[in-house]
């Protein structure tokens, strides 16, 4: 129904594609239909007003005809009267139908980008994924809905004014009705490389706001480092690439349209040597059947380019649902709990990350018991945030299982398990909202003022907040520029004393801090720790010495696992990392 046999030309994965488009549609169904109500009645009228040429002409001019004089006024009117209504009907109705559509896609993509693994979010860039949400999704609503009007209204316009022509003078149209297939031929070439193009466009879209982003987030790094150049080139590159493709959609959009309508004047020059040799032919007649032939030329030129857009809407929307239908968070889990007291195992656990040649941490067998507090200690790179990652499942290990009190953690539903696990992450997350929001970030209800305030003590970030100009009510700027690099892991590990899970994980939770804030932290994270298993990675040795445990690793392997004064009598790894930083307190604060 929605597809013009002469000019959609879509093969295999296309036409699938585009039935789960159209399937997207299908919601709003009433509304579509009467679009293309709209749409039908606006081509009635549009062939009526070249018809009535016909009589016009004739019963007017020639005839004199009193009834046809009287009439004419009033058909003229009402024939646009009807037009303009059902132009606007399709045009809203369709209008309606694509925001819909849009909103809905948009809503999946968004939620998609929620559910998926955080693996998936490594192998993509940033770039790319914000393009797909913005840029894709309206050319896929360009191709659901502006061109389903085009097929629709000018398609029916077209076969309307086609059944005209022949209804005038068949033997004239016939010749002219040859010319089609030629037509249609030229479009069926034309519409594979508008799909190649289109695709190429999107990609680069993607990769220029790519390295846009890069530079965005990055400008200090980029400034200091002097990769204005470089990134300057970088940028040229993409952009460049970016021009070309475009110019190169141009030059087939507008040569093909050239073309098309070469033939067609072609064909019109050899009409009016044809039909005015034609004796039989009253000058109505041979008005409505040129008028529809110049009529034609309109429909069926955009009928041209509505091929190319629904390639290009077969493009994006191909990438679309590619991202929909990448499986999200495997979450079989079934077991629910509500508070766990956070024994945590792992059982020869070995996890190799996708494409990498060596496993992130292999063998891993430890473990800690509730309320316990274990240390994780290594070089950079040994595996230690590798490890702490899988408790909430972030990734799913090759082999071996993770434990929380003694369920493996594949069998507790997902919700459940992460509400389990206060997170403090070697990279700070803040949202671009108030100091109290990132703070309540996910609690799930409102703290009241005292627990925020509670919170922000433990954390040692009271007194800075106080100085704030609005207090807890600031806004910290896109992930908390505004702030500096401690007072934003203060606010995080407020975030987690807030959220009171039995599980807390500190990766490099203080290593933006001062020494003397590290202390104050230190305390209130002794009393935070008391009742629940906590787990922190820490590069300075220091503040970690009173762990119940402390595991070193090295080359994603457990090295060693003991107190630390245990550790330091065994004159191990641990030992030797001491005496590094004690000859040199500074040297091992490298980050990755
Ligand atoms: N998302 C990832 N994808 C692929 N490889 C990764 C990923 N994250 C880490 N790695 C690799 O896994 C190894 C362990 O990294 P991990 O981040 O666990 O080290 P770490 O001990 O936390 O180091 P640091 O002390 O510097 O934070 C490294 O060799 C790293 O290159
Ligand atoms: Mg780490």
Not at 5 to 22: F, M, Q
Not at 103 to 113: H, I, N, T
Not at 461 to 474: E, P, R, S, V, Y
Not at 578 to 592: M, N, R, T, W
Request: hydrophobic letters at 45%; one cysteine or more.
């Amino acid at each position: 129904m929605t597809e013009h046999p002469k000019s959609v030309s879509l093969e295999g994965d296309g036409k699938a594609v585009y039935k789960r488009l159209l399937r997207m549609t299908l919601p709003y169904w009433r509304v579509f239909m009467l679009g293309i109500v709209g749409m039908v009645l606006f081509a009635c009228a549009d062939v009526g007003l070249i018809q009535l040429l016909e009589p016009l002409l004739d019963g007017t001019f020639v005839d004199r005809d009193p009834d046809v004089i009287r009439m004419m006024p009033f058909a003229i009117l009402a024939l646009f009267i009807v037009r303009g209504l059902a132009g606007l009907m399709s045009s809203y109705g369709m209008a309606w139908v694509g925001r819909r559509v849009i909103k809905d896609m948009r809503g999946l993509v968004f939620d998609q980008y929620l559910r998926l693994p955080v693996s998936y979010y490594d192998q993509q860039s940033g770039g790319t994924l914000i393009s797909r949400l913005t840029y894709n999704v309206d050319q896929v609503a360009e191709s659901t809905t502006s061109a389903i009007t085009s097929v629709i209204k000018d398609g029916l316009t077209a076969i309307g004014l086609l059944g005209l022509v022949i209804y005038q003078n068949w033997k004239l149209a016939m010749f002219v009705l040859v010319l089609g297939p030629i037509i249609a031929l030229l479009v069926r070439i034309v519409s594979r490389r508008f799909r190649t193009l289109s695709k190429r466009i999107q990609n680069s879209m993607g990769d220029t706001v790519h390295v846009a982003d890069e530079v965005i987030k990055g400008h200090r790094v980029v400034k200091v480092f002097g990769g204005e150049d470089l990134e300057a080139k970088r940028f040229d590159e993409v952009s460049e690439y970016n021009r070309r493709q475009h110019l190169k959609m141009v030059l087939a959009q507008a040569g093909s349209t050239t073309l098309i309508q070469w033939i067609a004047a072609i064909s019109i020059a050899m009409v009016v040597y044809i039909a005015t040799s034609d004796p039989t032919m009253s000058p109505g007649s041979f008005a409505a059947f040129m008028g529809a032939l110049i009529a034609l030329l309109r429909p069926l030129r955009s009928l041209t380019t509505v091929n190319e857009r629904i390639q290009r809407g077969i493009a994006a929307a191909t990438d679309i649902f590619e991202l929909l239908d990448e499986p999200p968070e495997p979450d079989a889990g079934t077991q629910h709990i509500e508070r766990a007291s956070g024994a945590i195992t792992f059982d020869a656990v070995t996890l190799t990350y996708a494409g990498a040649a060596q496993p992130a941490v292999r063998d891993i067998d430890l473990q800690v018991q509730a309320g316990e507090v274990v240390a994780f200690v290594g070089r950079s790179g040994s595996g230690k945030t590798t490890l702490l990652s899988l408790i909430p499942r972030f990734y799913l290990p090759q082999q071996g299982q993770v434990l929380l009190d003694g369920t493996a953690t594949s069998d507790i539903h997902l919700n459940d398990l992460r509400r389990q696990i206060a997170l403090v992450d070697q990279n700070v997350t803040l949202f671009n909202a108030t100091v109290a929001e990132n703070i309540a970030y996910g609690l799930g209800r409102k703290p009241s003022q005292d627990e925020l305030i509670a919170a922000a003590e433990g954390a040692y970030a009271w007194g800075f907040i106080q100085k704030l100009d609005h207090g807890l009510d600031t806004r910290v700027g896109q992930n908390g520029v505004l702030l500096s690099g401690g007072q934003r892991q203060r606010l995080a590990i407020a975030r987690a004393i807030l959220k009171d899970a039995p599980v807390l994980i500190l990766d490099e939770a203080t290593s933006a801090l001062d020494t003397e804030s590290e202390r104050a932290i230190q305390r209130a994270l002794d009393s935070l720790m008391q009742g629940r298993t906590t787990l922190v990675i820490a590069h300075r040795l220091s503040t970690i010495q009173n762990a119940d445990r402390i595991v070193v690793m090295d080359q994603g392997r457990i090295v060693e696992v003991g107190t630390h004064d245990a550790l330091l009598a065994e004159g191990g790894h641990y030992a030797t990392l001491h005496s590094l930083q004690f000859e040199q307190p500074q040297a091992d604060s490298e980050q990755a």
